[in-house]
C-alpha cells in the first residue's frame, strides 16, 4: 500500500521536518480514498439530524422509519469519486436490496414498489460513485430510495444529477444533500393540506417534492445552489433554472438545517 | 430539606450498616421525588427515538420539528403524582407558551392556533401533573400541544386521560406514551392516501389520530394497554373500550417502537 510504503520510507532514512509533513497530507488523502476517514468528509458541515443514521461506503443518510424513505442523504463529491476506473462496476450488475438494519416493520422492501407506477429512485446518485464498485453497489440499499414518478426520474431529475455532476469538473469539492419532502397545497376553501400516496404492505410514502442543495468548494470559495422539484411529469421544456428556490424554503418543508456547520466555518 | 436532614443525622451519629441502607433508600426517591434522577425513571423502559429530546420538569418528549408536534410524550405517573397538594396551581392561571428551545422555523405559536378551530390538545395532560406548580406549568408548552378537534379533546380523549388516571388508585406505576399518527385511508380507486391539514404560518400538523400507549405495574405484575382514536368528533356513546388496539398497529404507523426495553427486562 502506498502509504506504508512512503511512511517506511521516512522511518528508515529517518527524515522529519518538512518532509514529514509532505508525508502526513499524502497519508491523510489516502486515508480518506481508502475510506476510513469518509463519513466524516461527507458531513463536513454537519448533520441535519442525528435520528436513524447509517453510514455507508461513500454517503451518509438519516433514516425515516414513519415514512420508510431516508430524510436526507449526504455525498461528497469530486471528480477522482465520479470518473469511472479500473475498479468500477456497471449499473445493470447491481440489485436494490433491502436494508436489514432496519427493523422490518419499517423498511421498505421491493415488493412495496413492484407494479405501484413508481420508480426506486436513488437520492445518492449511482452514476455519482463510478470510482469503486462497492460505492455504486451501496446506492442500491432500498434506504437510499424513494418512490419517484418515472418521467421526472429518468428526465428533469436525471438532468438535476448531471448537472451536479458537470459541477465536480471545475471545482475541488461537491457537497449533496438530497431528500424527499411532503409539502402542503392549499384548497379551494382556503385550508392547507399535506396529501401524498403510501404504497406496498410498508406503507411507503410517495414524497410529493424532491430537493438538492449543492455547496460547491473551489480554492476555498463556496457557492451553495437549491433546487426542488415536484414529484410527478415535468414538461420537458422547462428549464432546470426554473426549480432552484431558496435554501429556507427546503429548511422550513424539511424540518432541518441542511448544512447547520457551514455559516460557523466558513464566515 | 428531609434528605439533607437525614444524611446529617447518620453522619452526626456515626451510624452504618443497615441503618445506613434505610437512609439510602430513602435519599434515593427522595431525589426521585426532586427530579434529578426524574427523566430516568419517566424513561425506565427505554426512548422510542433519539431525535430533539426535551426533558421537562416530570415528562420527556422527542419533537418532530417537520410537523411541528411531539412524536411521542412520556409520563410516569402515580397516586403521589396526581393528587392535588398545597404546592398545586389551578389550570386558568397557567398559559400556553412557545417553546423557545426550539428554532423559530419549527416552532409552533399561538398565532397558528387562534381561529384554527383546534384545541391546543395536551399530550402530557395538565391534570396529570397536580402535584406541583412546575409539573402543570412544564404541560404548557406548545412542543407538547397538537392540534386537537376541540369535541375529541374535551370528551372521548379527556375520558382515556380520566382512565389513566383511575389507573394510579390501584397499581404503583403507570407509565404513559401518547402521540400523534398520520394515517393513509383507501381512496375509491383502492390506492392509499395520507391527508392531513397544516395549520397556521408554521404548517402546524393536525394529526389524523392520536394514541396512547399505557404500562401498569403492580407489586411487580405488569399490563399494557393501548388506544388510537381519530382527531375529530366522536358519538359520546361509543365506550372506550371500542379505542382499543394492537400496540403493533401504533408502532407500525407512528415509526417507532414504544417501550424498546420492556421485553428484555420485564420477561
Known amino acids: 500500500m502506498f502509504v506504508k510504503k512512503l511512511l517506511g520510507t521516512v522511518a528508515t532514512l ?7 509533513v509532505v508525508v502526513e497530507r499524502k497519508r491523510r488523502n489516502e486515508v480518506n480514498a481508502a475510506g476510513v476517514d469518509r463519513p466524516n468528509q461527507i458531513m463536513r458541515y454537519g448533520f441535519p439530524t442525528n435520528s436513524n443514521l447509517k453510514v455507508r461506503s461513500n454517503y451518509v443518510l438519516s433514516y425515516d422509519r414513519r415514512n420508510r424513505n431516508p430524510n436526507w442523504v449526504f455525498e461528497h463529491l469530486n471528480i477522482d469519486i465520479i470518473k469511472k476506473t479500473k475498479d468500477s462496476i456497471e449499473r445493470d450488475q ?7 438494519s432496519i427493523p422490518g416493520w419499517f423498511r421498505s422492501t421491493n415488493r412495496d414498489f413492484a407494479k405501484s407506477g413508481f420508480d426506486r429512485g436513488h437520492m445518492a446518485a449511482a452514476a455519482n460513485h463510478n470510482a469503486q464498485a462497492t460505492w455504486k453497489a451501496d446506492t442500491f440499499y432500498l434506504s437510499n430510495i424513494v418512490p419517484q414518478h418515472p418521467h421526472m426520474n429518468q428526465h428533469a431529475w436525471n438532468n438535476l444529477e448531471k448537472y451536479v455532476r458537470s459541477l465536480c469538473h471545475h471545482n475541488d469539492n461537491v457537497y449533496v444533500c438530497t431528500g424527499p ?3 402542503p397545497r392549499k384548497e379551494a376553501d382556503g385550508r392547507m393540506f399535506v396529501t401524498y400516496q403510501v404504497i406496498g404492505d410498508n ?3 410517495v414524497p410529493t417534492h424532491l430537493f438538492k442543495v449543492i455547496l460547491t468548494e473551489k480554492k476555498g470559495r463556496y457557492t ?3 433546487y426542488m422539484m415536484p414529484n410527478h411529469y415535468i414538461d420537458p421544456s422547462i428549464p432546470l433554472e426554473q426549480f ?4 429556507e424554503n427546503i429548511e422550513r418543508a424539511a424540518g432541518f438545517f441542511v448544512f447547520p456547520q457551514l455559516k460557523a466555518e466558513i464566515h
Open 181 to 183: 419532502l411532503y409539502l
Open 224 to 226: 451553495l445552489r437549491s
Open 244 to 247: 432552484k428556490c431558496s435554501l
Open 203 to 205: 406503507h411507503v410514502a
Open 94 to 100: 447491481l440489485a436494490f436490496t433491502e436494508d436489514s
Open 14 to 20: 529517518g527524515v522529519g521536518g518538512l518532509v514529514g
